[in-house]
């Protein structure tokens, strides 16, 4: 036996994998072992969380940034990009659709501010939100470092989830993507936070970043462990062409396979070691892969963040390059994906929030 046969079977029978266990699995390139390491991955899926998608509607609710994240196409510093900010009204509109359309839950997202106006802003939609949906729709903010006085407000204000990724769990690797005044601790405080404030608590990397090791890797699923999170969303770098990060990585075209593997692989470790969190699978799989975030679910990922924007801003929202979904509305994303879940055996959760069990299991609520 080999030293992944013993690896599997050591997963198999609960044992949880060691770093060196660890290592092995995010190195894997034999088409056969990984696979094997999918399958792993989603029997553990099946077991705790079940073969159920959950859909979060995705409102990219504004570009305006005041941060400068030396991978991000919105960033600050890039003079290219046309700043746009929905109108309570049209962000209102489009989570009423989501309802409508039987998503449990939606997600709104934005380049970080934290001026009294934008913070007294996301406060007055969410009441709106939470009042014309009578309380139906499951929220999420993504909306990035604030003070812990403006996180317990969002909260009261009727969200239940937020998703603030780390981006890299290792402190140096954080400092080379970002500017000197972003701070490592700062943003591992902000999630503290959020867990205090009540918040159901997400947390995420990207894979397969320029100086990147398979280290970091191994330190960002322990530091999930650690932090105790509930919810994980992360997938692969993608280069944006106008950011300073860019050439750092000139060969990412002939990467764009290694990228996706490597985001899948993170997915099954995540969910060997965390079991009963809820995991994205993301748009950037699917920038490199038609079929990639379906590939996430059949690597243990278990929920999915369809865009709902309205298709007039979606070109002023792009992260990375290569944003798939530009021209496709709503309504045609969501007959594609459902079709493509049950191609795969699995269900939706419609008019379910879907939220993660590890939530209740970390906090002792009902
Ligand atoms: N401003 C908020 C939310 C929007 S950005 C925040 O930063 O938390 C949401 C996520 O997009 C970031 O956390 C980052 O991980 C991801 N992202 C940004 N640029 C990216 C790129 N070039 N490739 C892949 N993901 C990227
Ligand atoms: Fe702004 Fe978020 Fe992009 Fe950083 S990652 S520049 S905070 S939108």
């Known amino acids: 036996m080999n030293n992944f046969d013993s690896i599997c079977r050591d997963i198999e029978k609960g044992i949880e994998p060691d770093d060196g266990a660890l290592k092995l699995l995010l ?14 991955a989603y029997d553990i899926k099946t077991r705790y969380v079940g073969r159920k998608v959950y859909f979060r509607g995705l409102v990219e609710l504004s570009n305006i940034c005041t941060k400068n994240c030396l991978y991000c196409g ?9 700043r746009f900010i929905l109108t309570k009204q049209e962000i209102v509109e489009e989570t009423l659709w989501a309802l409508k359309s039987h998503y449990g839950s939606v997600v709104l997202q934005s380049g970080e501010r934290s001026d ?41 204000a009727g969200a239940q989830r937020y998703l603030l990724r780390i981006e890299s769990s290792d402190p140096e690797l954080y400092h080379k993507l970002h500017p000197a005044d972003h701070s490592y601790e ?32 191994i330190h960002d699923l322990r530091f999930f462990q650690k932090l105790d999170i509930d919810m994980i969303g992360m997938g692969p770098y993608l280069v944006h062409p106008d950011t300073p990060l860019a050439e750092a990585m000139p060969e990412f075209e002939a990467k764009r396979k290694h990228q996706l593997k490597m985001g899948l692989k993170m997915i099954a470790c995540a969910r060997i070691l965390l079991k009963d969190v809820n995991i994205a699978s993301t748009t950037a799989l699917q920038a490199l892969d038609s079929n990639g975030r379906q590939q996430g679910l059949l690597a243990g990922a278990n929920v999915m963040m369809p865009n709902i924007t309205d298709t007039r801003y979606r070109a002023g929202y792009q992260l990375y390059a290569g944003k798939p979904g530009m021209n496709e509305n709503s309504e045609e994303s969501k007959i594609s994906l459902e079709q493509s879940i049950l191609a795969i055996g699995e269900t939706i959760g419609y008019d379910e929030w879907g939220n993660p069990k590890h939530f209740y299991q970390r906090t002792g609520k009902e």
Request: glycine share 8%; hydrophobic share 35%; charged share 30%.
């Open 27 to 40: 190195e894997l390139e034999d088409e056969a072992e990984l696979q094997r390491l999918f399958s792993i």
């Open 74 to 82: 919105i960033r600050k510093g890039n003079s290219k990009v046309n």
């Open 116 to 156: 009294p106006e934008f913070v007294d802003f996301i406060e007055d939609t969410l009441r709106e939100i939470t009042l014309r949906s009578e309380g139906k729709l499951g929220i999420t903010l993504s909306l990035g470092e604030q003070s812990f006085e403006t996180y317990r407000r969002w909260f009261e």
């Open 186 to 217: 700062e943003r591992v405080d902000c999630l503290r936070h959020l867990q205090k404030a009540g918040f159901q608590t997400g947390t995420g990397v990207m894979i397969g970043l320029p100086f990147q090791t398979t280290e970091n890797l």
